[in-house]
């Protein structure tokens, strides 16, 4: 399937992943997520066996219940968490008027996310930042269960992950052990996603303190986008082309205008750039890599993010 979607739902009218997907008019619960987003199915651990039926030890294939694809081979000390688990512990977590904003199936099963609003909306900066939480899992033993609080502005949708190094918003663990206990010891993220948003507001008005002009954006700018010195002169082109669209996000942006020419816009341009510029090349794959960087940052935003405060 194009893209590795298998299946998902969204909320919205704008069809993310390549017009992929079931749109919804309005945030489901957990339950109909659960169906809309394709992933009421079960994952069993079977044994494996050579050709000549020979039980090979220490290792489990974990299969999809229903259809029997086959998801990864793991070793016997994998703990399978299912897909209504990933729900039943978010629904735990924010209470039961919990609403889902995307959840969905990749990779014919193997990885599956879900996305809810937290609870909580902050003012920040004069800003409306919207925080969501994050849930994805992998079936094939290829990674751990991770949960992410990620704050979005929401004026323009931009994505405002920052690596803090007083903050984390990232727990992870991974499929073996006490899986249970793990979920229950998870369940402090909402503590800690609200210390990570105590956080980030302190480094908005640091940013709101830092002066940038025009001249010092280009620079940043320059130094965020290189062109080496071997480059082609496409890849020079085209990186020029990319600078300058940053440039216009920062000096021309809607909804930047009300702000001074600081830290706080720069990190908004970029975060602006990072989140919705098209790529030279787009791959397949684009849209899958955009998301991941919902949980694990986006390394352009946060080199921005240190550069300012260094500079």
């Known amino acids: 399937m194009a893209a590795n979607v298998e299946s998902m739902f969204y909320v919205g009218r704008q069809k993310p992943w390549h017009n992929l997907g079931t749109q919804v008019e309005e945030a489901p619960d957990s339950r109909e997520a659960l169906i809309l987003s394709g992933l009421d199915w079960d994952v069993e651990q079977r044994s494996i066996y050579t050709q000549d039926g020979v039980k090979i030890s220490g290792y489990k294939a974990n299969v999809r ?31 039961e008027g919990v609403r889902y904003e995307t959840a969905g199936s990749l990779m014919n099963g193997r990885k599956i996310w879900l996305l809810a609003k937290l609870p909580t909306r902050y003012i920040i900066n004069g800003d409306d930042i919207m925080p969501y939480l994050v849930f994805s899992n992998t079936h ?147 849209r899958e890599i955009m998301f991941n960087k919902t949980i694990e940052g986006n390394p352009l935003t946060d080199k921005a993010y240190k550069m300012l405060l260094t500079a």
Not at 143 to 155: C, E, L
Not at 256 to 270: E, M, P, Q, T, W
């Open 65 to 95: 219940a229903q259809d029997h694809t086959i998801l990864g081979v793991v070793t016997d000390r994998y703990k399978v968490v299912q897909n209504r688990d990933a729900f039943s512990f978010t629904n735990y977590l924010l209470g």
């Open 140 to 286: 094939d033993g290829s990674g751990a269960i991770k949960i992410a609080m990620t704050p979005v502005r929401v004026v323009c949708n931009n994505t405002l992950n920052l690596a803090l190094n007083t903050a984390k918003r990232i727990w992870s663990f991974n499929h073996v052990g006490d899986i249970d206990n793990k979920l229950e010891e998870a369940k402090q993220t909402l503590f800690l996603a609200e210390n990570y948003m105590s956080e980030l507001g302190k480094s908005f008005e640091q940013l709101n303190k830092i002066r940038v002009s025009d001249v010092a954006a280009e620079e940043y700018i320059k130094v965020l986008l290189p062109i080496d010195k071997d480059a082609s002169s496409t890849t020079e082109k085209n990186t020029i082309k990319q600078r300058e669209d940053l440039k216009r996000r920062y000096l021309y942006a809607p909804d930047l205008k009300s702000v001074g020419k600081n830290g706080y816009r720069f990190i908004n341009a970029v975060s602006d750039f990072a989140t919705h510029s098209r790529p030279i090349r787009e791959t397949k794959n684009y």
